[in-house]
């Protein structure tokens, strides 16, 4: 599910949370949520930044990440896993 929530004409956050099944398996639920600030800089540029927490429902790992990103194709991105 994902939530926008506008501040005004150029700023909005976005709020994602969801639940999948693992690729690699099948068997493995994983859900992953975060939250982000986009601003649009104009019609076809947005810049993003953010960050989201992904963790498995079924086993005992996690999954952390900061993220700054631009448009839809370029993103730079933290992650680090935790395996307790």
Request: net charge negative.
């Amino acid at each position: 599910m994902d939530v926008y929530v506008p501040l005004n004409e150029k700023v909005r956050l976005f709020f994602l949370f969801t639940i999948t099944k693992s690729e690699e398996t099948k068997n493995n639920l994983e859900g992953q949520f975060g939250a982000h600030v986009d601003y649009t800089v104009n019609n076809r540029l947005v810049l993003r930044a953010g960050y989201r927490y992904g963790f498995s429902l079924t086993e005992n790992r996690s999954i952390q990440g900061a993220s700054a990103a631009s448009g839809t194709n370029a993103s730079a991105a933290l992650t680090a896993e935790d395996p307790a």
